[in-house]
C-alpha cells in the first residue's frame, strides 16, 4: 500500500526557469493538499484540489505559481520564472473524501539558484 | 487569526518522559494533531484528537487537550534516542473550501543517552 509519492525529491534550478513538482495520491484518495516550508518554519498551506477542481487556493502567491489535479495523472504544482526566494520544501498530503486525517509524501526540496 | 505556537527546543534523557507543548487560538478548531518531521524526511502523524475529546492514548504517546486554554500537549513516555525529530502541532479549522491545516513551527526534540 504505497504512501504519497512525490517526485522529484531534490531540484534544482537557476532563476528564471520553471520548476514542476508531481505529487501521486495514497490509492483512495482524491483530495490533494500542498504546503510549503521554508528553512527553519513550518509548514504554510497553499492549496487544496480534488480531481479537476481547485476548492482552495488561498494560500498560494498571486503570481508565478499554479496548481492542477488532472483526471488521470498526479498533482502538478509548477512555479515559473523562479527566485531564489521560492527555496524551500514542498510538500503534499493527500485524504479520502471528508477525511479527517491528511498523509504526506516525502516532499520536493527546491533550490534555486 | 489563525495561529499555533510550540516551544522551539526540548531536550531529555532517554528513558525519561517528553511532555511538547502547544497552543492554538481558533476556538473553532475541530481537529488537533501531532506529526513528526525526521531530517530530510516527510511528516508522519503520530496522533490526532478530536476537539470535543480531552484525552487520548496511544501506546506511549498521550495527548492532552485543555480547550479552555487552547493548550495541547504530547507526552512521550520512555523517550528513545529515535525519538529526536521535530514535531509538529497542527489544526485543522474548517473553511468555507477545505481543512487546510495550520501548523506550528516545530518543536524539536534531542534526547540524549
Known amino acids: 500500500n504505497a504512501g504519497v509519492m512525490q517526485n522529484p525529491r531534490h531540484l534544482v534550478r537557476r532563476r528564471g526557469q520553471e520548476a514542476r513538482l508531481r505529487c501521486s495520491p495514497m490509492?483512495?484518495?482524491?483530495?490533494v493538499y500542498w504546503y510549503r516550508q521554508l528553512p527553519e518554519e513550518g509548514l504554510k498551506f497553499m492549496v487544496y484540489?480534488?480531481?479537476?477542481?481547485?476548492?482552495?487556493e488561498s494560500g498560494m502567491p498571486k503570481e508565478r505559481f499554479s496548481a492542477e489535479f488532472p483526471k488521470e495523472g498526479p498533482s502538478i504544482l509548477r512555479i515559473q520564472q523562479v527566485v531564489r526566494g521560492d527555496s524551500a520544501a514542498y510538500f503534499c498530503?493527500?485524504?479520502?473524501?471528508?477525511?479527517?486525517?491528511?498523509?504526506f509524501g516525502p516532499g520536493t526540496r527546491l533550490l534555486v539558484l | 487569526g489563525e495561529d499555533v505556537e510550540q516551544s522551539l527546543f526540548l531536550s531529555v534523557r532517554e528513558g525519561d518522559s517528553s511532555v511538547i507543548n502547544c497552543t492554538y487560538t481558533?476556538?473553532?478548531?475541530?481537529?488537533l494533531y501531532w506529526y513528526k518531521q525526521e531530517p530530510g524526511a516527510g511528516l508522519q502523524l503520530l496522533t490526532y484528537?478530536?476537539?470535543?475529546?480531552d484525552m487520548k492514548q496511544d501506546q506511549r504517546l498521550t495527548v492532552l487537550l485543555n480547550k479552555k486554554d487552547k493548550h495541547l500537549s504530547l507526552r512521550i513516555a520512555d523517550t528513545q534516542t529515535g525519538d529526536s525529530a521535530i514535531y509538529f502541532c497542527?489544526?485543522?479549522?474548517?473553511?468555507?473550501?477545505?481543512?487546510?491545516?495550520?501548523f506550528g513551527k516545530g518543536t524539536t526534540l534531542s534526547v540524549s543517552s
Open positions: 498530503a493527500s485524504s479520502k473524501p471528508g477525511g479527517e486525517t491528511q498523509y
Open positions: 484528537i478530536f476537539s470535543n475529546m
Open positions: 481558533d476556538s473553532s478548531s475541530t481537529y
Open positions: 484540489l480534488q480531481k479537476e477542481n481547485i476548492i482552495d
Open positions: 497542527a489544526e485543522s479549522t474548517p473553511n468555507q473550501a477545505g481543512t487546510a491545516l495550520i
Open positions: 490509492k483512495g484518495h482524491s483530495h
